[in-house]
């Protein structure tokens, strides 16, 4: 898993352990940039901004053959121990132009270290068997929500920093899965608290207010309200922050049941901090709840739950893009919500 090899990575390659080929695949490119730039550092030193000498070489397999790649990770290194050849793009290559990266793979060239970028790779294919079986292979997929907390713990241990297991979940709630916006946020951090300082919940909130869940919030309220445009505005933004659809989608039906708890308790009387322990929020969230809460009718609730099932059925089953149908969704309930039916 993600978690574990990149530390185990990084580790091995600081300590000099080098291997001779490495094929890196996955969506989560700050991983595996920061994995090739430990690389850069460790083989070609202080001439790791130099892409001009004889120890390393570049390609994209969109305008070089595979096969040329590999002769140049064959070629010895000249005034230095070991070259370093970097390729991008091996998901564009077809099954039968990688058949010449199997049998490499059974003898790469020691003096060599290659490495092989794609987004994805197809496991099924020999030559990816191939490059498994001999440990090349490192898979970078997207780090779920239950494992940004440890890794913000360890990113935070590697500066000299300690932080509070809920402001760790704080951060990571408020960053997102963006992995370039959660660094970004703990350097604030570090330079906020100082070095071998502690970060603590409270100045998480203070430093980074915008979060996943204040996001739905703003988006949910949008909806109640019936304002398309920023319903849309909120929605864009926050697949642009790359949000998985099905998961907003699931933030989506959660909240409206929020909401009709809600309303169903309003209707009841029922004091406001009782209120929000039954919906389940802070009482400072509960408002955001309140006001989609007295706008939308029982009926325009029910059409909207609806519209959520039938969408969780077409993410599950459509060939339509995920952010297409998701936005879709998100003008059905707005205009549901503005119905007042």
């Given at each position: 898993m993600p978690e574990r090899e990149e530390p185990d990575l990084l580790c091995a390659i600081e300590r000099g352990e080098i291997a001779p080929l490495y094929c890196l695949h996955g969506p989560e490119r700050f991983l595996v940039d920061r994995v090739v730039a430990a690389l850069r550092q460790k083989i070609l030193g202080?001439?790791?901004?130099?892409?001009?000498?004889?120890?390393?070489?570049?390609?994209?397999?969109k305008e070089v053959a595979l096969i040329?790649?590999?002769?140049?990770?064959?070629?010895?290194?000249?005034?230095?121990?070991?070259?370093?050849?970097?390729a991008r793009g091996l998901e564009q290559v077809k099954a039968d132009g990688l058949e010449p990266l199997t049998v490499y793979a059974a003898h790469p060239n020691p003096s060599t270290c290659l490495v092989l970028l794609a987004e994805k790779v197809d496991g099924r294919l020999r030559a990816f068997?191939?490059?498994?079986?001999?440990?090349?292979?490192?898979?970078f997929a997207r780090l779920r929500d239950r494992e940004l907390g440890p890794f913000i713990a360890r990113e935070a241990r590697t500066r000299g920093l300690t932080i509070d297991s809920d402001a760790a979940l704080a951060l990571a709630n408020a960053a997102g899965p963006d992995l370039g916006r959660l660094m970004q946020a703990l350097e604030q951090l570090e330079i906020y608290v100082g070095r071998a300082g502690r970060i603590s919940r409270a100045q998480v909130e203070e430093l980074v207010p915008e979060s996943r869940e204040r996001n739905v919030f703003e988006l949910t309220k949008a909806i109640g309200t019936g304002d398309t445009r920023r319903a849309l505005d909120l929605v864009t933004n926050m697949l642009r922050n790359r949000e998985p659809p099905l998961?907003?989608?699931?933030?989506?039906?959660?909240?409206l049941r929020q909401i009709w708890r809600a309303k169903e308790l309003a209707a009841a009387n029922v004091p406001r901090a009782e209120m929000a322990a039954a919906v389940g929020l802070p009482p400072f969230f509960l408002d955001d709840v309140l006001v989609p809460a007295r706008r939308m009718s029982v009926a325009a609730l029910r059409r909207s739950f609806e519209c959520l099932y039938?969408?969780?059925?077409?993410?599950?089953?459509?060939r339509v893009d995920p952010e297409v149908q998701l936005t879709r969704l998100v003008r059905q309930l707005t205009e549901e919500a503005g119905t007042r039916r």
């Open positions: 202080a001439t790791a901004g130099d892409n001009s000498g004889f120890s390393y070489e570049a390609f994209d397999l040329e790649v590999l002769a140049a990770a064959r070629t010895l290194p000249m005034f230095a121990k070991r070259r370093l050849v970097i068997a191939a490059l498994r079986r001999a440990g090349y292979l490192h898979e998961r907003v989608q699931a933030m989506l039906l959660r909240q039938q969408a969780d059925r077409a993410f599950k089953s459509s």
